[in-house]
């Protein structure tokens, strides 16, 4: 198949073209990170992991039809 990631990994397989469960953003497994067997992007894990330099909760914004 082969294709890019938005951070620029070669996809080769459809299975690891992810999306984050809380926001949608596309992701692959080079730049997500898996928490309780749940892909998130790195915006989102960061937040989640309540890290001192992750966007507040107020900024995050879900994805488009779960708001």
């Known amino acids: 198949m082969g ?3 938005r951070c620029g990994t070669e996809v080769r397989f459809a299975f690891n073209h992810l999306g ?3 926001c949608g953003a596309a ?4 730049c997500s990170y898996q928490l309780e ?5 790195s ?8 890290l001192p330099w992750a966007p507040t909760a107020t900024s995050a914004q879900p994805a488009a039809g779960l708001a």
């Not at 992701?27 to 080079?30: D, E, F, G, T, V």
């Open 27 to 30: 992701c692959c497994p080079a």
């Open 37 to 41: 067997s749940t892909n998130y992007c």
């Open 20 to 22: 984050c469960i809380a």
């Open 43 to 50: 915006a989102c894990a960061e937040n989640l992991l309540e």
């Open 3 to 5: 294709s890019q990631c």
